[in-house]
């Protein structure tokens, strides 16, 4: 089985796929372990405009499936899988093909994702105010019209289900189990 894993900035995706990962499922990442090692390959420094930018182009060389073929490229074996980072429609679509599957959005309160992203410092293109970073997720969610471009509000229309990580890691860590065990019911 399949759980794909999308939502905005700081919401928690990448910790609800290592829960999934804890109990049993293979966790691939759209980022990590696509984008990244592409980055990698070419010399460029990994920052999330060049994480974005790398995302664009191989939507438009390669098709608007492209990530998602590569992930599924790295299916090696039957079994669970979570798959992290989806922000486009057509980098789900194949994965339903693939076998049972489902969609996942976590998401929190706005204030609360902007006050994990200034805690982690990850990245000094991250923005300074709360004001930039809504500004930022504006352009996130994508819909422009534009080619290769990531269209994250679609891939939010399509979930299945929808987490709140509005609390403490606890109780989100609680959540996730209990969906996972409703899951694979």
């Known amino acids: 089985m399949i ?37 990698e390959k070419r010399g460029i420094e990994i920052s999330r405009k060049s994480l974005q930018d790398i995302g664009v182009e191989l939507r438009r060389t390669e098709g608007m499936d492209a990530l998602a073929k590569r992930v599924m490229g790295k299916m090696r074996h039957k079994g669970d899988y979570v798959v992290g980072n989806i922000r486009h429609p057509e980098e789900y679509s194949p994965l339903q093909q693939h076998g049972y599957s489902t ?61 709140y990580n509005n609390g403490t890691p606890e109780s989100f860590n609680l959540q996730v189990r209990h969906f996972i065990l409703e899951y694979q019911r």
Not at 7 to 13: A, E, F, L, R, V
Not at 115 to 130: I, M, S, V
Request: hydrophobic fraction near 35%; charge should be negative.
């Open 3 to 39: 759980i794909g894993v999308t939502g905005p900035i700081c919401s928690g995706t990448d910790e609800f796929c290592r829960i999934a990962e804890q109990t049993g499922f293979t966790y691939i990442s759209c980022s990590r372990d696509i984008l990244k090692p592409e980055l």
């Open 103 to 163: 969609l996942v959005m976590i998401d929190a309160d706005p204030k609360t994702r902007f006050k994990r992203l200034l805690a982690r410092g990850r990245d000094p293109d991250e923005p300074a105010t709360y004001e930039q970073f809504l500004e930022w997720e504006k352009y996130d969610l994508g819909g422009r019209g534009e080619a290769g471009e990531r269209n994250h509000q679609a891939v939010f229309d399509m979930a299945d289900k929808i987490i």
